[in-house]
């Protein structure tokens, strides 16, 4: 059974966490003021914040893990790890993340916390939390099916906290309301490319078949 997050120390060891070190929180009012850089020009010039919603919460729809959805977010989480000192937390993925690719792509594994819970109910109230807590510069979660109600409390909690919050999904969640900022739909192509659908973006209509090599990303800084 997960345990309540500390307030004042950050994320505390708790039963069903994994934390690499202590560190001091960030200042999430200080740092929700611009995007974080995808990394990927083409992707950020469409995007209202230039990049990634820094206090917001994101959606990725995708048909299957493991199609380059991580890349896609690798250069902007390396941006979080080396430049905040804040976690970047994995709330109940559905595989182990592999500490030497994360390494690869410029992580630092010490800011990574992997949560492990037993149930649905467990793993998303441990993504609100860690959303809220202003611990977490970003947080990862697979949270399943949603309602309305649950993406607005997670995008509450991730602009209270000024966390980068963001939601791996089934595509079948485009027929569903999402109070998500962005919400992006991902389709491997076969030229080794990944497709990129912005199906909800603030400030702009929807784009399709935007073709991004994640296999060689910019660095996501800050504009």
Do not use: H
């Not at 919603?53 to 890349?71: M, N, S, V």
């Not at 993504?127 to 309602?147: D, H, I, Y």
């Not at 993406?151 to 791996?168: E, P």
């Amino acid at each position: 059974m997960l345990q309540a997050l500390a307030q004042d120390e950050g994320l505390r060891a708790t039963a069903g966490l994994w934390r690499a070190r202590d560190f001091a929180r960030g200042s999430p009012a200080a740092l929700a003021a611009n995007g974080i850089g995808t990394g990927f020009p083409a992707l950020d010039a469409l995007l209202a914040d230039r990049g990634w919603p820094r206090a917001g919460l994101t959606e990725l729809l995708c048909p299957a893990w493991g199609i380059g959805e991580l890349r896609l977010l690798a250069p902007a989480l390396a941006t979080v790890s080396t430049t905040e000192a804040r976690w970047i937390a994995w709330v109940d993925p559905p595989f182990v993340p592999y500490a030497p690719a994360l390494a690869a792509a410029g992580l630092d594994l010490a800011t990574v916390l992997l949560v492990r819970a037993e149930e649905r109910a467990e793993a998303f109230w441990a993504l609100e939390q860690a959303m809220r807590s202003g611990a977490c510069g970003a947080v990862l979660g697979w949270p399943g099916k949603m309602t309305l109600a649950e993406t607005r409390r997670l995008l509450l909690a991730a602009r209270k906290g000024g966390a980068w919050g963001c939601v791996f999904r089934s595509p079948a969640a485009q027929r569903e309301a999402s109070a998500a900022d962005l919400r992006l739909r991902l389709t491997p192509s076969a030229d080794e490319r990944l497709r990129v659908d912005l199906l909800k973006r603030r400030g702009g209509w929807p784009v399709e078949n935007i073709a991004l090599d994640v296999s060689a990303p910019e660095r996501g800084e800050s504009p």
